[in-house]
């Protein structure tokens, strides 16, 4: 038969193992509001450079080739426009990334709100249990991730288009 523990430390009989429970929750505490804290600044810096840097890149391919059109021969000008739609799409991907990537953070943001519950600090039993069915922080981070790629990919595919134009 074994006796259960009270929630509540102060409870406890030894108060040695209670206080260390205390220290050990305070530290898992700290821990989880320090992440939550960096979660929250990071989707914003994070979805600012990402979204900045592949539009930038992008717009200046768009800028680019649109300067090209006067100094090629006219049947020249649909593989320039055929180059200029890749990076078209390649900024309606990177948005999209740029989205999941927010959402991303915002969930781990919300993830760690619940877990750091001050709660811990004196009940064993307010510890955090993941109980979720799925997996938000994951499911959109490999979604910006592959947007990001697939962004990327569209660039490439420009370029490839714009040089194989030029050169015919």
């Given at each position: 038969m074994t006796i259960e523990k009270s929630p509540f430390y102060h409870a406890w009989e030894d108060q040695h193992?209670?206080?260390?429970?205390?220290?050990?929750?305070?530290?898992i505490y700290a821990h989880y509001r320090s992440y939550q804290?960096?979660?929250?600044?990071?989707?914003?810096?994070?979805?600012?450079?990402?979204?900045?840097?592949?539009?930038?890149?992008?717009?200046?391919?768009?800028?680019?080739?649109?300067?090209?059109?006067?100094s090629v021969l006219p049947q020249q000008i649909p593989g320039l426009i055929t180059g200029a739609s890749w990076n078209l799409a390649g900024m309606v991907l990177i948005l999209f990334a740029g989205f999941f990537a927010w959402i991303n953070f915002q969930a781990a943001e919300r993830l760690y709100d619940r877990w750091s519950n001050p709660a811990m600090l004196y009940r064993s039993d307010q510890f955090p249990k993941d109980e979720e069915r799925t997996d938000?922080?994951?499911?959109?981070?490999?979604?910006?991730?592959?947007?990001?790629?697939?962004?990327?990919?569209?660039?490439?595919?420009?370029?490839v288009?714009?040089?194989q134009t030029l050169r015919a």
């Amino acid at each position: 038969m074994t006796i259960e523990k009270s929630p509540f430390y102060h409870a406890w009989e030894d108060q040695h193992e209670a206080e260390r429970y205390q220290i050990h929750a305070r530290e898992i505490y700290a821990h989880y509001r320090s992440y939550q804290m960096c979660s929250r600044s990071g989707h914003v810096d994070y979805g600012k450079w990402l979204i900045a840097s592949m539009l930038a890149v992008h717009g200046g391919a768009i800028y680019a080739i649109s300067g090209l059109k006067n100094s090629v021969l006219p049947q020249q000008i649909p593989g320039l426009i055929t180059g200029a739609s890749w990076n078209l799409a390649g900024m309606v991907l990177i948005l999209f990334a740029g989205f999941f990537a927010w959402i991303n953070f915002q969930a781990a943001e919300r993830l760690y709100d619940r877990w750091s519950n001050p709660a811990m600090l004196y009940r064993s039993d307010q510890f955090p249990k993941d109980e979720e069915r799925t997996d938000i922080i994951n499911a959109m981070l490999v979604l910006a991730a592959s947007l990001g790629l697939l962004s990327m990919y569209a660039f490439i595919a420009s370029a490839v288009t714009v040089v194989q134009t030029l050169r015919a």
